[in-house]
């Protein structure tokens, strides 16, 4: 098989977030729709550059990138661990860069993962990183996809690094004490924006689902 630009984007794009969903890769690989991903994705899945495992019953498939895909990349052999755990916030964060690339016009490349900055900044037990990054307009911003319910502490901690570090950070939540902690923290730390999980899960669905 003879890999395409494009192809080696989609390896990249899910070697950067560990996985993606169908979705993910049409829309952040500029496919022009269903159909197209899905033949792509099948024709790589074949080669081996890809792997398709359905991991939780109601969860689509996830694409993963076996140690073919991440030798042609140039990246670290060993294959990434999914949490189960975390697969429902990893999805949420992947449509999160999905409705915040279109809501400011962002390229890819200007946005760093989790797992990119763990790489760049070392894997330490205390060092925390965001859900992603990206640069616009010379601002530095923090994206926190945030499920679970932390304690105030915990979060204003995050939100303090997150001050010290970044000229913006956003807050994508889903319940109501998380968002009334954060939103108490407004006037203390005058960066922060909280956008309702909702909001994005409904771009999202009403778009590519």
């Given at each position: ?51 398709r495992k359905k991991y939780i019953y109601g969860i689509p ?24 755990e975390r697969i429902t916030h990893d999805i949420y964060v ?116």
């Amino acid at each position: 098989m003879e890999l395409t630009e494009r192809d080696f984007d989609i390896l990249r794009l899910v070697y950067r977030f560990r996985f993606c969903l169908g979705r993910h890769i049409r829309v952040l690989c500029g496919f022009s729709g269903a159909r197209a991903t899905d033949r792509r994705l099948k024709m790589l899945i074949d080669a081996g550059y890809l792997k398709r495992k359905k991991y939780i019953y109601g969860i689509p498939y996830l694409y993963t990138l076996p140690h073919k895909g991440r030798i042609i990349i140039g990246a670290n052999k060993r294959e990434d661990k999914i949490r189960i755990e975390r697969i429902t916030h990893d999805i949420y964060v992947l449509d999160t860069l999905i409705y915040l690339i279109e809501k400011y016009k962002l390229p890819l490349n200007a946005v760093e993962s989790e797992k990119e900055l763990n790489i760049k900044y070392g894997f330490g037990a205390k060092k925390h990183h965001p859900d992603f990054v990206f640069s616009l307009d010379n601002n530095n911003y923090a994206v926190e996809i945030e499920l679970s319910v932390k304690s105030k502490e915990q979060i204003e901690q995050n939100i303090r690094d997150n001050y010290m570090r970044f000229d913006c950070q956003i807050w994508i939540v889903d319940n109501k004490k998380v968002f009334t902690i954060i939103n108490n923290l407004t006037n203390e730390y005058s960066n922060i924006e909280i956008i309702r999980l909702e909001e994005v899960r409904d771009y999202v669905r009403t778009r590519y689902s």
